[in-house]
């Protein structure tokens, strides 16, 4: 019978070891909430830890005036054979055994007042003692504060809101059974243990009644109508138990002696002795045990459902952290390439269309460098006044014959050397948009989430790519400028219609024109034109610079020199560069865990199945 409890003791206790026992998850309920356990319940003085100490058989918790129990005990009780040690365990002390039960009850003061020091108040954070011994059934009992009415003084105002809040954080779980605990000299109807089984528990279901100091009623008095369910009913029987007075507990009277005296005392009632192979401590936990295994047993379809699908969550969610890093140089090396080619193709997608980000570039070319070439003051610069400027200096002392030749070439130059801002606004604005695309592509390679040292390596190699294409594309942007500037085709010039009147000599009509307005107006357009025709070509030109120096270059050589510099790094350079997040690497070591723990309460759920 006590295998299953057995089972859900161990499942609970590495539940605690892992921190398995909060809320893990939105979408599902953490297995330690599946478990069934017992919570007890009560009054301040009611007789809880006497209670649960004869459920033990030792005396081990903290005693004394108001309220004692200041935060939650989780106590396992594990059954071992009957040659075997009784000794203690606490959670937070591994490995350490304790034989002296006196030294159990310190440290449950001592672990109390590291959060709550000396004071009266409480703590939600649960202590949790296991007990190995073969007086005990295998059980789980969570032992809370008791509940109050009133703050006395030292605690705070909160205290009875803030009792009742942790214990129905318990309670209210459907997998928890209640044990009320109530005192047999006080109304039933006042009972604080009741009041809150009521709430949760209306038909009984879950909820076993205990009450206690039968022996300290008045005279002529019984409990008879609670005891067999009238004065109030519940679905498992009520239990009456006689705990050690507090004279026995200054005499040092064992729990062996305690539990005859509380057997002799209900065998020899008048009262009770009809009811006495019900009654008792030890009746007590064998019924709390039976009780349990047998909710265990309900439980585990869901329990075990409940299991598989935090499995398959853990799984999933490993998946997505990613393989832990290798040791060796030569894994780390395959590593970094693999994340560093995965980073390429994300990069090489936002370019070629694949992801968004791309058409930016095509935007640079088809809208910025129009409209900045729209924009050149060349109206300004070729206006009446400072082309006669211009042709008045070429000229100098001597007037030129037939064509201003030199003003046409400085008006020219001087033109054509405004498409050197547009040309490198474009090749700056690519860069721009190539430097946002490596960001964005850096976060959206998932594995290297795990590696901020590398994601920083990456990033800056990257970037220093783009600055040498950068500066590859500034060269050849200008270079184009220049070279429409050095060689001006000639055959559009000649092609220029001729402005002559005719029956007029040319010479003497050159001379005259020489000093008009119509002249240098024609000049003025001449020039004008060849502009425009250098603006269409360097509208096409430009772009197909700027690819080709940076864009193609991103894509084929983005990452060529850290590639080159990766096979020169030893295996601690390696190691550095693979340096995982710390939250990343401790929630894959916490996901590893809590799915071994998943995956061998699976396993032993299932053996248990079958052996039953």
């Known amino acids: 019978m006590d295998t299953l409890i057995a089972l859900v003791n161990r499942i609970q206790r590495a539940c605690t070891v892992l921190g398995d026992h909060g809320a893990d998850t939105a979408a599902l309920p953490t297995l330690w909430e599946a478990l069934p356990s017992v919570a007890v319940v009560g009054g301040q003085s009611s007789g809880k830890s006497s209670v649960l100490e004869s ?142 089984s009521r709430q949760v528990d209306p038909a009984g279901e879950r909820t076993f009644g205990v009450l206690t100091k039968l022996d300290l009623m008045d005279k002529g008095t019984n409990a008879l109508d609670v005891l067999e369910g009238r004065s109030y009913q519940l679905k498992n029987p009520w239990v009456g138990v006689v705990n050690r007075s507090q004279a026995d507990i200054n005499r040092n009277v064992d729990m062996i002696a305690a539990r005859q005296q509380e057997h002799s005392f209900f065998t020899t009632s008048p009262d009770y002795s009809h009811l006495v192979s019900q009654m008792g401590s030890e009746y007590l936990a064998r019924i709390l045990s039976k009780h349990l295994e047998s909710v265990i047993r309900t439980r585990l379809p869901g329990i075990a459902s ?9 799984e999933a969610e490993l998946a997505h952290l990613g393989r832990p890093v ?20 994300v990069f090489k997608e936002h370019l070629d269309g694949g992801r968004p980000g791309g058409d930016r570039i095509y935007v640079v070319f088809d809208y910025q460098l129009p409209a900045a070439l729209r924009k ?59 430097k946002q695309l490596v960001r964005k592509s850096i976060a959206e390679t998932q594995e290297l989430k795990r590696f901020p040292t590398l994601q920083a390596e990456i990033a800056e190699a990257a970037n220093e790519a783009l600055e040498r294409f950068r500066e590859d594309g500034k060269k050849t942007t200008l270079r184009l400028v220049e070279m429409e500037s050095s060689y001006i085709t000639v055959d559009f010039f000649r092609k220029l219609p001729q402005e002559v009147d005719k029956g007029k000599n040319p010479a003497s009509s050159l001379l005259v024109d020489r000093y008009a307005e119509e002249h240098f107006q024609r000049i003025g357009s001449n020039v004008s034109s060849y502009v425009g025709m250098v603006s269409q070509t360097l509208r096409n030109t430009i772009p197909k610079a700027v690819v080709h120096c940076q864009v193609r270059e991103a894509k084929r050589s983005l990452l060529d020199r850290f590639y080159a510099q990766l096979g020169k790094k030893e295996e601690r350079q390696l190691a550095w560069l693979l340096g995982e997040d710390s939250v990343l690497r401790e929630r894959r070591q916490q996901c590893a865990q809590r799915l071994e723990l998943y995956r061998s309460a699976r396993d032993e759920i299932e053996a248990v199945c079958w052996s039953g």
């Open 55 to 196: 459920i033990v058989g030792r005396d081990f918790l903290p005693r004394g005036s108001g309220i004692v129990t200041r935060r939650p005990l989780v106590l396992q009780l594990h059954k071992v054979e009957q040659r075997q040690q009784e000794y203690a365990e606490f959670l937070h002390l591994p490995g350490k055994r304790f034989t002296d039960f006196s030294m159990v009850r310190k440290e449950i003061e001592d672990e109390t007042n590291k959060l709550t020091g000396k004071s009266k108040q409480i703590s939600p954070v649960a202590i949790h003692l296991s007990i190995y011994s073969p007086n005990v059934v295998n059980l789980t009992l969570i032992d809370l504060p008791g509940l109050t009415k009133v703050a006395v003084e030292g605690q705070p105002e909160s205290i009875v809101q803030d009792i009742e809040n942790m214990i129905h954080s318990y309670v209210d779980k459907p997998n928890c059974l209640i044990l009320a605990i109530t005192s047999a000299n006080q109304d039933i109807a006042t009972s604080d243990a009741i009041k809150v």
């Open 306 to 314: 409940l299991i598989n699908r935090n499995i398959d969550e853990l």
């Open 326 to 345: 290798a040791v060796d140089a030569g894994a780390q090396l395959y590593t970094i390439l693999e994340l560093c080619r995965d980073f390429e193709r």
């Open 376 to 434: 050149l003051p060349l109206d300004r610069h070729l206006s009446l006044q400072n082309v006669k400027k211009v042709i008045s200096e070429a000229d100098g002392y001597q007037p030129h014959l037939i064509a201003p030749e030199q003003g046409y070439r400085r008006l020219l130059e001087s033109s054509l050397h405004y498409f050197k801002g547009p040309a490198q606004a474009s090749v700056d604005a690519v860069h721009f948009v190539l």
